[in-house]
C-alpha cells in the first residue's frame, strides 16, 4: 500500500491566512525552521495509479498541483483519483468535494449521518448523483474499497467510533457515535494503516482498534489544552473543540506510550502549535518518544 500526505495542517492551513500568532508570524517571515502546510488529507493506493481520498481537504486543487500522482493522465478527461472516504462532516474535510464536481466518476464513503449531511446540504449537489456513488459505512464492519463501476480496489475499509463531538457547523443536534470516526485500510497483503486524524481521548479501545498497524496517522491538532487562548488567536480549549493534546500527563504521548506500531505521525496540526518548528523543545520531545511530524508530500510504502 501506498500512503501519501497531501495535507499535513489543520483547518485553516499554516500558516493560516488571517493568523499572526507567534509560529505563524516566522512563517509570513520566511522563517526556514518552519514550512507551510496545506489542510490535512492523505491518498492511499494498492497499486499506485488509482488513489482514495482519505477527507477532502478545500485544499484540494493545491495538492493535486503539487503531487503528480494526483494529476490526469492520457488524453481528454482522466483523474487517478478513485474516491473519497470522510471521517466526518468538518469544512476541512468535506470542503474538497466542490472541486471534484465536473463530471468525474467518484464513490464517495461516509457514515450515514455524513452522507444524510451533504444529501441535505443543495450545493453537494454538483456532484453528479449519476457519476458519483455514495457509499455508506457501518462501524466496525470492514468492507472493500471499490473503483468507479464497482470493480475492487485492492484495499478494505473499516471505520470505528473514536471520542469527539460533531462538526462546528452541525453543533446543537443529537450526539452519535459516528460524529467522529477512525479509519483503518488494509492491502492484500495485511499491511495496514490507521487514520484518525480528530479524536479527543486515547482510550483502551482506540488502542486497541490499531495496535496492529504499520502505521499510526493521529491527531496532532495542538501542543496544549489551552494553546489558542494563551496565543490570543481563540477562546476555546483543545478539549471543547474534540481534541486531545499532543503534551502532558493525558495526552496523546502519554497515551499512546507502549503501543507496538513501528510507524507514528502526528497529522491536522494547528498553525499555533510550536511542533512545526524545526528544533523546538516540542519537536525534540515528540521524535524523542519516536513519533514524527507529518509533512506535505511525504509518500509511504507499506
Known amino acids: 500500500m501506498k500512503v501519501r500526505v497531501l495535507g499535513s495542517a489543520a483547518g485553516g ?6 493568523c499572526r500568532c507567534p509560529v505563524c508570524v516566522l ?7 518552519v514550512r507551510p502546510r496545506t489542510q490535512s488529507s492523505v491518498a492511499v493506493s494498492a497499486d499506485g495509479e488509482r488513489w482514495f481520498l482519505l477527507n477532502a481537504s478545500p485544499d484540494l486543487k493545491q495538492q493535486i498541483l503539487a503531487n503528480p500522482p494526483m494529476q490526469p493522465r492520457g488524453d ?20 474538497g468535494l466542490l472541486s471534484l464536481r465536473e463530471r468525474q466518476p467518484l464513490m464517495l464513503y461516509g457514515t450515514d449521518r455524513v452522507l444524510a449531511t451533504l444529501a441535505g446540504n443543495a450545493i453537494f449537489g454538483v456532484l453528479d448523483g449519476s457519476l458519483v456513488s455514495r457509499q455508506a ?12 463501476g464497482g470493480t475492487a480496489s485492492g484495499l478494505t475499509l473499516e471505520a470505528f467510533a473514536v471520542p469527539g463531538k460533531p462538526a462546528l457547523w452541525l453543533e446543537g443536534g443529537p450526539a452519535s457515535r459516528e460524529d467522529t470516526i477512525g479509519l483503518v ?22 488502542r486497541q482498534r490499531v495496535t496492529d498497524a504499520a502505521m499510526l496517522l493521529f491527531d496532532g491538532t495542538l501542543w496544549r489544552d489551552d494553546e489558542m487562548i ?10 471543547r473543540m474534540g481534541h486531545v493534546s ?3 500527563a493525558k495526552g496523546a504521548l502519554a497515551g499512546w506510550k507502549g503501543t507496538p506500531i513501528p510507524r507514528k505521525l502526528f497529522i491536522h496540526i494547528n498553525n499555533t502549535n510550536p511542533v512545526l518548528i524545526d528544533g523546538s523543545p516540542e519537536r525534540q520531545v515528540v521524535t524523542d518518544a519516536g513519533w514524527a511530524i507529518a509533512e506535505d508530500g511525504q509518500e509511504f510504502t507499506l
Open 137 to 148: 459505512m457501518t462501524l466496525d464492519q470492514p468492507m472493500p474499497l471499490l473503483l468507479p
Open 246 to 248: 499532543i503534551g502532558g
Open 27 to 33: 512563517a509570513w517571515n520566511g522563517d526556514k525552521r
Open 76 to 95: 481528454g478527461r482522466h483523474s487517478p483519483i478513485a474516491g473519497v472516504v470522510m471521517t466526518n462532516a468538518d469544512v476541512d474535510h468535506v470542503g
Open 230 to 239: 494563551a496565543a490570543g488567536v481563540g477562546s476555546k480549549t483543545g478539549a
Open 13 to 18: 492551513g499554516y500558516p493560516q491566512w488571517n
Open 185 to 206: 485500510v488494509r492491502d492484500a497483503a495485511g499491511a495496514t494503516l490507521a487514520y484518525i486524524p480528530a479524536c479527543a481521548d486515547v482510550t483502551d479501545a482506540v
